[in-house]
């Protein structure tokens, strides 16, 4: 074994230049924390290599950030507890390894001492060689480091960028001087993303509210086409009688005079049903409205295109909790059953079914959307994981105390009642006497059958019209 020291543990290269030092003081820092928790690590005797001082030297530099082969803690290895006599001045972790570096350096160069023996064979230990050896200049993971704060630099920039000219290009894409692809360049993260989702979905939406239109608007056309024709044909038929007595010379036969009085019979039962058809569908139309705004304000069917919960500010919940449960109950359980036994299984049956139906006719709606049908998804695993937290909390409070069993239930009935009164506050469902009510859906019933009957009379009238042309 050589006693020699390597002169490079000693030389002037040894002092780190004032960059590298800046360098490293966080990683320093950072990692002092896990050396501190391995510390009683230290009290097993290391095992000294038997290789030469370059082979040592290779070796601490090719580790130097392993885990596993860095001393566990700041001291200086001569303190070690299972040395006979052990360095007393290091013993106490220090928060640098620069600190053990020094001291040890500063003992070497005065030929060792009484606790550090120039021969002893510690020096050529991992330990001791490691504190001697300057940190490497640059390994994988300081050259991450390195990188992503660039990437951070370019992030941040690319961001400022943004910010300037989003504004702008949002008005050019307004103006239609730039289109979407155009405008996406000016969008980052998760304004990018959201851009492209609200973009397909607008056009989807557009693209359906078209084809509706056309089918209703082509069915409209054919019916308004049908009547205008039978019209027509009245009215050619009345002209054709009435040209028929008069050309001929002749007064008007008794039984041209009999058609061309049903013909004009036909024509004005024709008008009279149709007007009181359109009369009652007007009429509908308000009560539509009324309806409605029974149960929500004036504001939610003109001036908005947002759903009812939307436009009451409800989110579904996100979180799997007993809360959580609380409240998908407000919406999933009729209010008459609001004081039986919510947390039951049948209670829970019913508000799965309720829920899955829900969530399957909005599916219809968002199809072709993979976020929102992912959304729809998150919103039954929610209340089926807070399902499974209350079964829990139920088994658990039936091994319970009496008195522990109570605290259980009490917590819930309270989580249940802010639940309640949450719902009512937000969708003001009983801001109305029941006469308010009943009258209103008799309004409606009554209307709504006197336009059937209208609706029938004028198909009637169109059809003995359409007998006589
Ligand atoms: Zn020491």
Not at 172 to 187: A, P, Q, R, V, W
Not at 345 to 366: A, G, I, P
Request: charged content about 35%.
């Amino acid at each position: 074994m050589s006693t020699a020291l390597d002169p490079r543990l000693i030389g002037p290269m040894h002092q780190n230049d004032e960059d590298d030092e800046e360098f490293f003081d966080a990683e320093e820092d950072e990692e002092g924390e896990e050396d501190e928790e391995g510390g009683e690590d230290s009290d097993e005797e290391p095992t000294y290599s038997t290789s030469d001082s370059d082979d040592i030297v290779k070796e601490v530099k090719a580790n130097f950030f392993a885990r596993d082969r860095k001393p566990k803690r700041m001291v200086c290895p001569f303190s070690y507890p299972f040395r006979a006599n052990p360095c007393l001045s290091h013993a106490e972790p220090k928060s640098r390894k620069d600190v053990i570096e020094k001291h040890l350096l500063k003992v070497k160069s005065n030929g060792g001492d009484e606790q550090h023996h120039l021969n002893d064979p510690l020096w050529q230990s991992f330990d001791v060689v490691w504190f001697l050896t300057p940190r490497p200049k640059f390994t994988p993971k300081t050259r991450r480091r390195a990188k992503g704060s660039a990437q951070s630099r370019y992030y941040q920039k690319r961001k400022e960028k943004q910010e300037k000219e989003e504004a702008d290009a949002k008005r050019k894409l307004d103006e239609g001087i730039i289109g979407e692809d155009e405008y996406k360049k000016y969008l980052i993260g998760d304004k990018r993303r959201k851009f492209i989702v609200e973009t397909a979905t607008e056009r989807r939406v557009r693209a359906e509210m078209q084809s509706q239109m056309e089918s209703v608007r082509e069915e409209m056309e054919t019916r308004l086409l049908d009547e205008r024709k039978l019209r027509d044909d009245i009215e050619k038929k009345l002209q054709d009688l009435r040209t028929q007595g008069t050309s001929s010379g002749n007064r008007p036969s008794a039984e041209n005079a009999r058609a061309i009085a049903s013909l004009e019979s036909a024509r004005k039962e024709l008008d009279d049903s149709k007007i009181s058809d359109e009369t009652y569908k007007e009429l509908l139309q308000d009560h539509a409205e009324n309806v409605v705004n029974f149960w929500a304000d004036d504001g939610f069917l003109e001036a908005t295109d947002q759903t009812y919960l939307e436009y009451h500010g409800f989110e579904w919940p996100q979180d799997v909790s007993a809360a959580s449960f609380y409240t998908f109950a407000t919406l999933l359980r009729p209010r008459s059953d609001w004081d039986g036994q919510i947390r039951s299984d049948s209670s829970r049956r019913h508000m799965q079914k309720e829920l899955r139906e829900y969530v399957e006719s909005e599916r219809e709606n968002v199809a072709g959307s993979d976020e929102d049908v992912a959304a729809l998804n998150d919103i039954v695993q929610t209340f089926t994981s807070s399902c499974d937290l209350i079964k829990e909390g139920e088994a658990r409070a039936a091994e319970m105390s009496p008195e522990g069993a109570q605290r259980w239930l009490d917590e819930q009935d309270k989580l249940w009642n802010a639940a309640k009164v949450t719902f009512q506050s937000r969708f003001k469902l009983d801001s109305q006497p029941p006469l308010h009510h009943f009258r209103l859906v008799n309004d409606f019933a009554d209307t709504w059958r006197a336009q059937k009957v209208a609706w029938q009379t004028h198909l009637t009238a169109r059809a003995q019209a359409t007998g006589l042309v």
